[in-house]
């Protein structure tokens, strides 16, 4: 079993920067990959950004690309999210998610994963 809770979420200025973190219970986080998702009000729950058990790869959607970077601690039970060069489209709901890495699984999926956080505000204005 493993419990998420994500913090550091709030409102910045396009164009400005923010880091959100979610920390996991658990001794078997270093075994999951982990994964943010968003959604923004009246849209369906959206991939952003993944990342796997050992951090050797790390997988974004295309709207993020280049703009932000997940990064995670082993040690502290932690995967990050920095957000660079904000957009109000980027206002939304961030949720993170662990899930089990398997052969042939897509870490965009939302199917793939098995726990999920709350979820902390985003909210970035123009």
């Known amino acids: 079993q493993v419990q998420l809770v994500e913090s550091g979420g709030g409102l910045v200025q396009a164009g400005g920067s923010l880091k959100i973190s979610c920390a996991a219970s658990?001794?078997?986080?270093?075994?999951?990959?982990m994964g943010w998702f968003r959604q923004a009000p009246g849209k369906e729950r959206e991939f952003v950004a993944a990342?796997?058990?050992?951090?050797?790869?790390?997988y974004y959607a295309d709207s993020v690309k280049g703009r932000f970077t997940i990064s995670r601690d082993n040690a502290k039970n932690t995967v990050y999210l920095q957000m660079n060069s904000l957009k109000a489209e980027d206002t939304a709901v961030y949720y993170c998610?662990?899930?089990?890495?398997?052969?042939?699984?897509?870490?965009?999926?939302?199917?793939?994963?098995?726990?999920w956080g709350q979820g902390t505000q985003v909210t970035v204005s123009s």
């Open positions: 658990g001794r078997t986080f270093s075994r999951y990959r």
């Open positions: 990342i796997t058990w050992s951090g050797g790869n790390t």
């Open positions: 998610a662990a899930g089990q890495e398997s052969f042939g699984s897509s870490p965009r999926a939302e199917s793939e994963y098995d726990y």
